[in-house]
């Protein structure tokens, strides 16, 4: 069993930050990517930023220059921090695992969702 969960979504103003944190636990033998998603009402889930095992990072455009992604390899945990936030940014943020568990011993690759945390902007 493997457990993703989000938090730190909120209720801000235009131009306020907001950090969401996401943590991976149970049967996960590495983790080789955590990503960050989101999904605004009425449109498809979308990819925001997403960081590798090597530390690699990626960004939508829609967050390049505002948002930042890190992780804690140590603890499986992800951070994305969002500054000067924008009424578009508004959406339920979703982070996704990307692992190597074993079963029967093999390593096998999985994929996971965390059940998602809203952020709202909005004067």
């Known amino acids: 069993q493997v457990q993703v969960v989000e938090s730190g979504g909120g209720l801000l103003q235009p131009g306020g930050s907001l950090r969401l944190s996401c943590a991976a636990s149970?049967?996960?033998?590495?983790?080789?990517?955590l990503g960050w998603y989101r999904e605004a009402p009425g449109k498809q889930r979308e990819v925001v930023a997403s960081?590798?095992?090597?530390?690699?990072?990626t960004y939508a455009d829609s967050g390049k220059g505002r948002f930042t992604v890190t992780r804690n390899s140590a603890k499986d945990t992800v951070y994305l921090q969002m500054n000067r936030l924008e009424p578009e940014d508004t959406a339920v943020y979703y982070c996704?695992?990307?692992?190597?568990?074993?079963?029967?011993?093999?390593?096998?690759?999985?994929?996971?969702w965390g059940q998602g945390t809203q952020v709202a902007v909005s004067s």
């Open positions: 960081i590798t095992s090597g530390e690699m990072t």
């Open positions: 996704n695992a990307r692992f190597l568990s074993v079963v029967d011993g093999r390593d096998l690759n999985f994929a996971d």
């Open positions: 149970g049967s996960i033998r590495s983790i080789y990517e």
